[in-house]
């Protein structure tokens, strides 16, 4: 192909129009015969005629000639001269045909590379300058496709990518400024045609054009990594693009490059990655997030900045519970920080009230999973001494977040119950001198998970006995908080019931049969404990009543689908347990009675039936009544339906109204 790029054009200058007499392609010095050449010089040939819309489908057919042809031949070679002399053609659609075929022609040279071992670099930096010779070009379908056809590069030299970056011509090394065999031309004629492409791309008016300019961006970036660190700076700019698109865009093109390790973030480009993290789009907080788990933070400033940044995100979005399973990734990639972090963890604990933090902080929640994932870090040829006391925080938290964690992740912190008292651990955690070991070394963890795995069958029967140990003390201390709801806040009995719960949630995960659906039981019995707990504070209240829902009557509807499900859905009850859900069943219809206020013939019918299941259960003394059934039932003979009513031994008139309904609450409160 000759021609020349002249001085006053940045872009290669283009030879005659095809099909006149002084062409002398490939497709010229063929014979005539069977096969693609026969095609592709008919096509060149309707490509050199007068009608614009005949030269464009002239294109168009050799761009799916050259998608059924091999790569070897001299049809590729015919089709990409007619192209590029089409290039600067007045009529757009030409110049995007154009543009197309030279795309296709550049990815049959690579493969043709390949399969050789034979590389071309001069052309292959000739086609990437043609191309970007039109990503300024008046269309914008052009342009468009010039950075597709871009993005398809498969080896581009890094002074050239360099060029697309800068506006400011960049001079070469080479003394010759080759590009092209047998075009020796000055690299100051050549490197204008990609100045800047990028840096004009992302600034487009069309954010179409602005998105294909990302796609390349990032596509380009596994020939150079001097490129790529560039690149990230114009990348950090189109953040801050208007269109939600772009950003969208954006933030998959940097999680490609984070995949493939293209993607070295610096301090500088911190605050962009925070500020996607409280994004007001759920879609841009969640790509966030998934770029921060697969880069490499080298400092800790920048790894401690990239924690708060993710707890605060989720302070302000607690329902997305990925962020869980983000911090652990993180963690796990920078095993040595998240150490320095376990010990400044370890330091605030030994300082708490008690020796204990409040697990319900999302703060507290997220610097323990950080913790927790050293072990199991990258870094973990390197010796991590994590403080014992963060184990022994972190088991009752699996329980909310296993499900965010996911299965993977669940296994690496198998790990965590050797540290909590069960059989194995205690030898681990003896020191030498045969005191207690501050720190549980993770050499001694990958030490025993072999002694863990066949012992595991054999401890099954003792794993059921450690949990109904640990849930009768559990239930005590259910029954030592329900002692102390005259003295305690409320918001500190529902902690403990919540801790109670989570604990239970715990032991649930590995456990089935009959012991799993014990443990599923318990969690309901602790949800309805917490409800009535709930309730009674409610009806405690002055001016708690409204028209219309209220969180009464949610607390309401959550405690009869609590008793509900454990009277119903749970099979082989001993009698005892019968009796504790009957008078669970029993309140709560006393709690909707005086929440109306009028009791109705299907509510006494319930009531009859309630007290007759009761007293069957215990007729034969085995059983014992509570004191708030025998208080309750002290005369349980229930007249008709109506608007006077002996209210369980006390006489009172139930009508529908707030004073009255009142008194029968403040009853129900003295017998609980």
Same mark, same amino acid.
């Given at each position: 192909m000759d021609g020349s790029l002249a001085s006053s054009d940045p872009g290669p200058s283009f030879a005659k129009p095809p099909g006149s007499s002084g062409d002398s392609g490939p497709c010229a010095s063929r014979s005539s015969g069977p096969g693609p050449e026969v095609e592709v010089r008919a096509l060149v040939s309707m490509a050199g005629g007068l009608y614009p819309l005949a030269r464009a489908e002239a294109l168009r057919g050799l761009a799916a000639v050259v998608e059924k042809v091999g790569t070897s031949g001299g049809a590729v070679e015919c089709c990409y001269g007619c192209a590029v002399e089409l290039l600067r053609d007045e009529d757009q659609s030409i110049r995007l045909a154009a543009v197309r075929l030279i795309g296709l022609c550049a990815e049959k040279f690579a493969g043709r590379?390949?399969?050789?071992?034979?590389? @071309?670099g001069d052309q292959m930096d000739l086609i990437f300058l043609q191309l970007s010779s039109t990503a300024r070009d008046m269309c914008m379908q052009v342009r468009i496709e010039a950075f597709n056809g871009l993005a398809k590069m498969q080896r581009v030299s890094e002074g050239v990518l360099l060029q697309s970056l800068s506006k400011k011509v960049i001079r070469t090394d080479t003394g010759s400024g080759s590009i092209c065999k047998a075009n020796? *031309?000055?690299p100051k004629l050549i490197f204008p045609c990609a100045a800047g492409i990028f840096a004009h791309g992302i600034e487009d008016e069309f954010y179409q054009v602005r998105i294909a300019a990302c796609k390349t961006l990032g596509a380009l970036a596994k020939f150079s990594g001097q490129y790529a660190q560039k690149a990230l700076d114009l990348l950090m700019d189109m953040m801050n693009d208007d269109t939600e698109a772009v950003? $969208? %865009?954006? $933030? %998959?093109? *940097? &999680? @490609?490059?984070?995949t493939y390790g293209y993607l070295s973030v610096q301090e500088k480009h911190m605050h962009m990655f925070l500020a996607t993290l409280i994004d007001a789009n759920a879609i841009v907080r969640n790509a966030a997030r998934k770029i921060l788990g697969l880069v490499n933070l080298p400092k800790l400033q920048m790894f401690r900045s990239a924690l708060d940044g993710l707890i605060t995100s989720l302070e302000k979005n607690p329902e997305e519970q990925d962020i869980y399973s983000i911090l652990f990734s993180i963690g796990k990639n920078h095993g040595s920080f998240s150490a320095n972090v376990a010990k400044h963890l370890a330091k605030e604990i030994s300082t708490a009230p008690n020796g204990e933090l409040i697990l319900d902080k999302h703060r507290i929640q997220a610097l323990l999973i950080v913790s927790i994932s050293a072990p199991v870090s990258a870094d973990k040829h390197k010796k991590l001494d994590i403080p014992s006391v963060i184990f022994s925080h972190a088991i009752p938290l699996l329980g909310r977040i296993s499900s965010a964690l996911g299965e993977d992740i669940i296994k690496d912190l198998s790990y965590l119950c050797h540290p909590s008292g069960m059989p194995f651990a205690e030898k681990g955690l003896m020191s030498g001198e045969g005191g207690r070991s501050e720190f549980w070394s993770v050499e001694t963890m990958r030490g025993t998970h072999a002694l863990i795995e066949k012992t595991r069958k054999e401890t099954n029967c003792s794993d059921e006995v450690l949990i109904m140990g640990s849930m009768r003390l559990m239930l005590e201390t259910v029954e030592e908080t329900w002692a102390m709801r005259e003295s305690c806040g409320i918001e500190e009995i529902r902690t403990i019931l919540r801790t109670c719960k989570e604990e239970v949630k715990v032991f649930a995960i590995k456990s089935s049969g009959s012991t799993g659906a014990f443990l599923s039981f318990l969690c309901d019995y602790l949800d309805a404990i917490r409800c009535i707990v709930e309730i009674r504070q409610l009806i405690q209240l002055e001016n708690s009543y409204a028209i219309g829902p209220t969180s009464l009557d949610i607390l309401l509807e959550k405690l009869d689908t609590y008793v509900r499900r454990m009277k119903c859905c749970y099979t082989g009850l001993n009698r005892e347990l019968e009796v504790q859900v009957l008078e669970l069943v029993l309140l709560a219809n006393l709690f909707r009675l005086s929440k109306f206020g009028v009791c109705s013939k299907l509510m006494l019918d319930k009531l009859h039936w309630i007290i007759n299941q009761l007293d069957g259960l215990c007729a034969d003394g085995s059983c014992e009544f509570s004191? &708030?059934? @025998?208080?309750? *039932?002290? @005369?349980n003979s229930l007249p008709p339906a109506g608007r006077r009513v002996k209210l369980f031994g006390s006489e009172g008139v139930v009508k529908n109204t707030i004073n009255e309904k009142s008194h029968v609450m403040h009853f129900i409160i003295r017998l609980i």
């Open positions: 590379e390949e399969v050789s071992g034979i590389g @071309n020796k *031309l000055p950003r $969208l %865009q954006t $933030l %998959q093109t *940097l &999680f @490609n490059m984070a004191d &708030f059934s @025998n208080t309750a *039932l002290h @005369n």
